[in-house]
């Protein structure tokens, strides 16, 4: 049996994605008279359809959303590198295309896992990677037609992705919950920290991230602390590592404002939190995991949406960091089961 | 500069992104209906 690097190779597609998106939201938004409209319209038409995609990727397994969702993201980059068409066409082409490929990110990961959190968690972490590159090369001089080579190389590597699918393929070894919670609940709950978890993230005190280096340390280091989430899950148990990162991140990001080692450490244990909320939601929806994965990239929409409307001052961010962790903890504590090692 | 946010867009048009906001509304709503429809399957 070939072992499985669904996660490596979607760790690659999601990294390309993020770049082709962040370059085209940078270059654009530069031109924008209003700052937030278009990173608002962005979170919501790429974030927000990932469930309805799933649930349809779910139901109608033999349709390739990695396929779509690449000719999405080359017709965008066509249209916006060659022609002058609306930005408006182009966002939304752009939001579909990354939609589509995420959702076929978390099918083939999380289908092809035995209920491992890993290649999910590899597979997610590649996106803040992207994030940083995309908007480093946005303040360069190249061209957008660049990147229709990296996006043309998505094409054999969904397709080797694909390769490692069976038709026995299925969520039923994730098994993360506690069955005596009920499972309305149990999803309701990851959502909700999904929620605040995601509104938390922009309300992480960094003073210290003044230049692009420290920028991309900041990504770099989220990326790794959303893979080592789903590493250490699997190796000392999701419950642990789900407690133990929560409440470990608390004193580091609270502390870490004017101290970027400090802060890293911080952001790393609160990004572990990731794929843990995920494999909740997979474990009460095995059957449909792409509809499970869409229910937290909606709770990342809704946890970003106040950021567009709402500042709140350094010291109130302090206080819900440290009240929501500690709520969390307890809640994730709660719906998890006990850990077998 | 591109033609990002034309005036037109901005006032005229606000009806579209009541429009954006009201879809996305739609889309939470059916994805619960889809949750609660599959965990009452199990």
Known sequence: MKKNITGYLYFYIHFIVEVVCFFYLTRVNSESLIVWLIPFIYDGVAFVPQSIIGYISDKYPKINMGIIGTILLLITYLLYGLTNVSVF???ILLCLGNAF????GAETTLKTSGGRLAPSAIFVAGGSFGVITGRVLATTSISPLIFLLPLLTLIPMVLLADSYK???DNCKNFNYVNKKRNPYIVVLIAFIVVIVRGYLGYGIPTSWNKTVVENIIFFCTMGLGKALGGILSDKIGIR???ILSTLLAIPFLC??????????IGVMFFSMTMSITLGIVVS???????LAFGITTIGLFLGTVPIFFIKLSQDINIILIIVISIMCSIALGWVLKEDKK | MRNVF???FIVGNELLFYIFLFSMALIILLTFIFVIKEIKKK
Do not use: E
């Open chain 1, 89 to 91: 066409i182009t966002l």
């Open chain 1, 101 to 104: 490929l995420h959702v076929a």
């Open chain 1, 166 to 168: 069976t038709s026995k």
């Open chain 1, 240 to 242: 642990k590592v789900a």
């Open chain 1, 255 to 264: 502390a870490g404002d004017n101290i970027m080692i400090v802060s890293i």
């Open chain 1, 284 to 290: 009460s929806l095995k059957q449909t995991p792409g």
């Open chain 2, 6 to 8: 034309s005036p037109v």
